[in-house]
C-alpha cells in the first residue's frame, strides 16, 4: 500500500505588519493585556483589495509545488481548508484551480475552521493510501482582517487573528517508515456555538422571538443578510474564549497522546511538535503537560497570530525552513478549535 510524504512545504503571509500598539488606534485594547494573555506581539494584514485568501493560497502552493520538484500541472487532487472564503460559494478549492492553470482535477474545500489543515492533510492522505491519487496539493489560507470587528465590543477576538496560507504537496510514496504514519480526528458538536460566525446561515435563531408563519419568503429572503443583523454585530465571529481555552488544554494532548500510543512512541521521542497556533498559553500548557523540552515545541504566534486553517502548515514550513526538521525526524501536528473539532498527525519527515 503507498504512503503519503510531504514532497513541497511553502508559505505566504502578506506584507503589512499590524502590532498591538496599532490595534489601539480601533479599540481599548494594550499590548500588555494581549502578550499576557496569547503571546501575539503582531500579525499580517492581507493587502485589502489585491489579496484574498486564494491569491494567497497560490503564492504558498507555489512554493510547495516548485519545492516538490513537479508542476501544477502535476497535481492530482486540491483540497482547500478555510474560515474566510472568497465567496459564500463556490469555495476556494475551484479558485485555486484556475488561479493555478491546473487540469480539471478535484477540488474539495474542508471547513473545519483550526483543525482544516489536519483534516485536509487526514482525506489526502486516505487519497494517496488507497491509490486513488499521487501528488495532493493541501492548502490553508485565512482572510481574517476582512471580517472581524475592530470595535472594542470584539476585541477578545479580533486581536487575536492574523491573515496567511500554508500548502503542503502530499505525495505517494512506497518507502517504509516514512511521511504519515497516522491521523487521528474528533469532534464534540454540543459546543458548537461557543466559538463561530452565526450569520450570514440559514438557521434564522436571530429572529427567534418573531413568528415565521407571518413571513412571506420574499421577506425571510430578506433575512439572510439583513440590516438588524449587522447592527447587532451578528455577521462577526463569537467566541466565549475561556470555555475554549479549558477544552483545548484537554484535548490537545489528549490527541496527541493518542498519535504516540497508536505508534508506540512516547512524548520523549517526538523531535518537533507543532500546535495550532491559537494562543501560546495554550501551547505552554501543553508543553509542560506532555513534559517537553522548549526545542520540542515550535511556536510562530508571536509574529503571526492564530491564522487559523493557515497556522498548523505555516508553522511548520517556518520550522522546516529554519532547519529544526530533519530527515527521519518524528514531528507531531495537532490542532483544536471551533466545532469543536480537534486532530492531530503524526509523521517521519
Ligand atoms: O483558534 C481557535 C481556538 N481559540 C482559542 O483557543 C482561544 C482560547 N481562549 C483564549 O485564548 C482566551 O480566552 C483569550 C485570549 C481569547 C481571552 O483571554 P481571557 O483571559 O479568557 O480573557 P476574558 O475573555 O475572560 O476577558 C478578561 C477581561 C475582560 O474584561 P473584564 O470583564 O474582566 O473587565 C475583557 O473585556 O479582558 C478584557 N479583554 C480585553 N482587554 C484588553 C478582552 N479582550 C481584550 C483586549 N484587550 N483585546
Redesign the pocket.
Known amino acids: 500500500m503507498p504512503r503519503s510524504k510531504i514532497a513541497g512545504i511553502g508559505m505566504y503571509v502578506p506584507e503589512k505588519v499590524v502590532t498591538n500598539n496599532e490595534l489601539k488606534q480601533y479599540?481599548?485594547?494594550?499590548d500588555q493585556?494581549?502578550q499576557e494573555?496569547?503571546g501575539i506581539q503582531e500579525r499580517h494584514y492581507a493587502h485589502r483589495t489585491e489579496e484574498t485568501t486564494t491569491t494567497m493560497a497560490v503564492e504558498a502552493a507555489t512554493i510547495a509545488i516548485h519545492r516538490a520538484g513537479i508542476s501544477a500541472g502535476d497535481i492530482d487532487f486540491i483540497v482547500f481548508a478555510t474560515l474566510s472564503p472568497d465567496y459564500y460559494f463556490p469555495g476556494c478549492g475551484v479558485l485555486l484551480q484556475r488561479a493555478m492553470k491546473m487540469k480539471e482535477i478535484g477540488a474539495l474545500d474542508v471547513r473545519n475552521?483550526?483543525s482544516g489543515f489536519l483534516y485536509a492533510l487526514s482525506v489526502a492522505d486516505q487519497f494517496i493510501k488507497t491509490g486513488m491519487y499521487k501528488n495532493i496539493l493541501v492548502v490553508g489560507s485565512e482572510k481574517h482582517s476582512f471580517g472581524l470587528d475592530f470595535t472594542t465590543r470584539g476585541?477578545?477576538i479580533s486581536?487575536?487573528f492574523g491573515d496567511g496560507a500554508g500548502a503542503v504537496v502530499l505525495q505517494a510514496t512506497e518507502k517504509e517508515n516514512c511521511g504519515i504514519l497516522s491521523t487521528h480526528l474528533h469532534s464534540d458538536g454540543e459546543s458548537a456555538e461557543i466559538?463561530a460566525m452565526y450569520n450570514p446561515g440559514t438557521h434564522a435563531n436571530h429572529w427567534a422571538d418573531k413568528n415565521y408563519a407571518a413571513f412571506d419568503e420574499a421577506e425571510i429572503g430578506q433575512m439572510f443578510m439583513s440590516h438588524a443583523m449587522i447592527d447587532q454585530a451578528q455577521n462577526f465571529p463569537f467566541?466565549d474564549?475561556?470555555s475554549?481555552?479549558k477544552k483545548?488544554v484537554v484535548k490537545f494532548p489528549e490527541v496527541i497522546m493518542e498519535a504516540l500510543i497508536k505508534n508506540g512512541y512516547n512524548p520523549s521521542d517526538i523531535n518537533l511538535l507543532i500546535p495550532?497556533q491559537?494562543?501560546l498559553?495554550?501551547s505552554q500548557f501543553v508543553q509542560q503537560k506532555l513534559k517537553l523540552r522548549d526545542d520540542q515545541v515550535y511556536n510562530n504566534i508571536q509574529h503571526y497570530g492564530?491564522t487559523?486553517a493557515a497556522s498548523v502548515p505555516i508553522a511548520l514550513c517556518e520550522a522546516w525552513q529554519k532547519g529544526m526538521i530533519k530527515e527521519g525526524d518524528l514531528v507531531c501536528l495537532a490542532a483544536?478549535?471551533?466545532g469543536f473539532t480537534w486532530a492531530s498527525a503524526l509523521l517521519k519527515w
Open positions: 479599540m481599548d485594547t494594550d493585556w494581549i494573555r496569547t475552521q483550526c476585541r477578545n486581536v487575536i466559538l467566541m474564549g475561556q475554549v481555552f483545548a495550532h491559537a494562543n498559553r495554550i492564530n487559523t483544536f478549535g471551533s
